[in-house]
């Protein structure tokens, strides 16, 4: 079994165990379910994508490209089609700009081959490396303030603001309340070493949620809807177009730098990182997620990506493509079970993404804060996450200051060709696009 395990998963019985990998593997998918929800009813805006049919896209592509994941990079990361990416798609891509949600399937796909190129070629694997070590510990903390941001948004306690953009939400609520009460249990199990603790404490507080009137159950089982509506529906009349070429770019860019930052930020919390600042296995995590892009997209569904949610498993201990498998059961599982995992309230899942946004605030401690220089890029890396809503506007944004003040303060030759092409890339992006 231990052979079997090893060759499979990348298991090692001296460094791993079973059970804290399927705990892991099951907090990291409770905490990343809500897509399956969120993602058919961002389609819904769109004549022609079923909210059934987009369900069940969004979960055959979550289990193809986490499989993918488990078997080949044997890394702990779940895959799905990724929140921000699935906005740009329907709000930008097909109402804002009028095409046809088969030309952005069609951009999708045409993406997901590029990446495959740029993987196998090994260019992905040159940009992760290329970026310096402060930038790879500020990417970690960046990602904890985005991703505790989306939790606390997520359960209401942070709300829309006309004036001030963003405001604390009412905590005389129930889900406020529900929220408080998960957000304690869960740091006193964590405090207290509690093995699967956050698992725990989200379960816990979905059980009490159930009283409260907050955790609604609709039912246990259902049969998952076709896909055939949303199956290879693709537009290639459009593929020579400048439009195309502008889209399929700007996916490229988003998608790029939002798993090569999520890559990072895990990956130096779970300690896949050498002295050098490389990422383990890094060309065959971006594979995997280059071929999970281009599955999604002949399934019928926006762009398939590595989610920053995997930080809760890898904060549970997860450390091999076993839970990578256990995420991808579960994602299977849920086609047949979605109401009842469906029922897990935002309230449950914000609390433990609070959690996990404080552990991933640890690489912080290794910037060094007195060098300006390394300092202000790092700082601007991290902030501009939640700021902007975006892990790859807070790379993009921290990597061309890095150059500049570098450049500007007589460590012109310190800059790595690859930065610099990087940097004037990101420039001509915020100038054109």
Not at 63 to 85: E, Q, R
Not at 95 to 101: A, F, K, P, T, V
Request: aromatic content about 10%.
């Amino acid at each position: 079994m231990a052979d079997f395990l090893q060759k499979a998963f990348g298991f090692d019985k001296s460094k791993n165990n079973v059970r804290t990998e399927i705990v892991a593997g099951i907090t990291t998918f409770l905490t990343m379910a809500y897509i399956l929800a969120v993602n058919p009813s961002i389609f819904s805006a769109l004549e022609g994508m079923p909210n059934g049919a987009v369900f069940t896209a969004t979960a055959l592509a979550a289990i193809i490209g986490t499989l993918v994941m488990s078997i080949y990079a044997k890394k702990p990361f779940g895959l799905a089609p990724g929140m921000g990416l699935n906005a740009f798609f329907v709000f930008t891509v097909c109402l804002g700009m009028g095409y046809s949600w088969q030309f952005a399937l069609t951009a999708i796909f045409i993406e997901g081959i590029i990446f495959i190129i740029l993987s196998i070629t090994k260019v992905r694997e040159m940009i992760v490396n290329a970026i310096p070590k402060t930038l790879k510990n500020a990417i970690g903390a960046g990602i904890g303030l985005y991703i505790a941001f989306i939790g606390l948004q997520n359960a209401g306690i942070i709300a829309n603001d006309d004036s001030t953009l963003v405001t604390l939400g009412s905590l005389k609520s129930l889900g406020s309340l529900l929220f408080i009460i998960g957000l304690v249990l869960t740091a006193v199990l964590v405090i207290l070493k509690v093995k699967g603790g956050i698992l725990i404490g989200m379960l816990a507080t979905t059980i009490i949620g159930i009283p409260m009137g907050i955790t609604q159950f609709s039912g246990l089982v259902s049969l998952p809807d076709s896909v055939a509506p949303i199956f290879m529906k693709f537009e290639w009349g459009s593929i020579f177009s400048l439009d195309m070429f502008v889209v399929v770019l700007t996916f490229l860019f988003i998608d790029m730098f939002d798993t090569i930052g999520t890559v990072v930020g895990v990956s130096v919390k779970s300690g896949m990182v050498d002295e050098d600042g490389h990422v383990d296995k890094v060309n065959e995590i971006l594979l995997a997620d280059a071929v999970a892009t281009t599955a999604g997209a002949c399934i019928g569904t926006s762009t398939t990506t590595t989610y920053i949610e995997s930080a809760a498993g890898v904060a549970e201990g997860g450390r091999t493509g076993l839970t990578s498998f256990v995420i991808a059961a579960c994602f299977a599982i849920s086609l047949l079970f979605s109401p009842l995992f469906l029922a897990i309230p935002s309230a449950a899942t914000g609390a433990v993404l609070v959690i996990v946004g404080v552990m991933m605030m640890a690489p912080i401690k290794n910037i060094e804060w007195d060098d300006y220089r390394e300092a202000i890029p790092a700082f601007l890396t991290a902030v501009m996450m939640p700021l902007s809503y975006s892990i790859a506007h807070g790379i993009m944004l921290g990597m061309i200051t890095y150059v500049v003040l570098y450049a500007c303060t007589g460590k012109i030759k310190e800059v790595t060709p690859t930065m610099w092409v990087l940097a004037i890339l990101f420039v001509l992006r915020y100038i054109f696009m």
